[in-house]
Nanobody, 126 residues
Framework: QVQLVESGGGLVQAGGSLRLSCAAS????????MGWFRQAPGKERLFVAA????????YYADSVKGRFTISRDNAKNTVYLQMNALKREDTAVYYC???????????????????WGQGTQVTVSS
């Protein structure tokens, strides 16, 4: 079992930055592939970014490429999402998710992940 707790959300003006954190506990964090998703009101949960446990390869949704950066600190059992040049359309609840090292499919779909955090709200004002 893996427990995930997100933090760092809040209200920011368009063009500003936020850094989300996701603290993991339970099993060996370094063995898990980690992802960030977001969900706006009335919409489906969408992929934002992912980072692989082996090699640290990163993956991004087209909508955030060049603006968001995912990273991980295995010593602190934490994954981060640095969000720059925020836009109003980035407003959503952001969720951290984890999937084990045996997973070999796409990281882009919620069904790939076994564990989820409770989410943190990000609101971007104009």
């Amino acid at each position: 079992q893996v427990q995930l707790v997100e933090s760092g959300g809040g209200l920011v003006q368009a063009g500003g930055s936020l850094r989300l954190s996701c603290a993991a506990s339970g099993r060996t964090f370094s063995n898990y592939n980690m992802g960030w998703f977001r969900q706006a009101p009335g919409k489906e949960r969408l992929f934002v970014a992912a980072i692989a446990w082996r090699g640290g390869s990163t993956y991004y949704a087209d909508s955030v490429k060049g603006r968001f950066t995912i990273s991980r600190d295995n010593a602190k059992n934490t994954v981060y999402l640095q969000m720059n040049a925020l836009k109003r359309e980035d407003t959503a609840v952001y969720y951290c998710a984890a999937t084990g090292p045996s997973y070999s499919g796409s990281y882009y779909y919620p069904k790939a992940y076994d564990y989820w955090g409770q989410g943190t709200q990000v609101t971007v004002s104009s």
